[in-house]
């Protein structure tokens, strides 16, 4: 950015300075406003993940109960 040297004077090297700072922390708000999105997305991908992890279970736990229930009744109604 100092490849050239601003115009002469305090009053150029302040305006170069507010400008540096102005470019920098625009460039800077910008790369963590992005930052800040994929963060946010990965956060929601990881619980959409948790959840159909925990879909399952909840799935296989009722599976289970239902074929329990189907072979007591089954063996207590070929008993009788």
Same mark, same amino acid.
């Given at each position: 950015?100092? &490849? @050239?040297?601003?115009? +002469?004077? !305090?009053? +150029?090297? #302040?305006?170069? %300075?507010?400008f540096a700072? &102005?470019? +920098?922390? %625009? %460039?800077?708000?910008? !790369?963590? #406003?992005?930052? &800040?999105? &994929? @963060?946010?997305? /990965?956060?929601?991908?990881?619980r959409a993940a948790e959840?159909?992890? #925990?879909?399952? /279970? /909840? !799935?296989?736990?009722?599976?289970?109960?239902?074929?329990?229930? @189907?072979?007591?009744?089954?063996?207590?109604?070929?008993? /009788?």
């Amino acid at each position: 950015m100092v &490849a @050239i040297p601003p115009f +002469g004077g !305090l009053e +150029g090297y #302040v305006g170069w %300075g507010r400008f540096a700072a &102005a470019v +920098g922390a %625009g %460039g800077g708000l910008l !790369l963590g #406003v992005v930052e &800040a999105r &994929a @963060i946010t997305r /990965e956060r929601a991908a990881e619980r959409a993940a948790e959840r159909a992890v #925990v879909r399952a /279970e /909840e !799935l296989e736990y009722r599976t289970d109960q239902q074929n329990f229930s @189907i072979r007591y009744f089954a063996t207590t109604c070929s008993t /009788e």
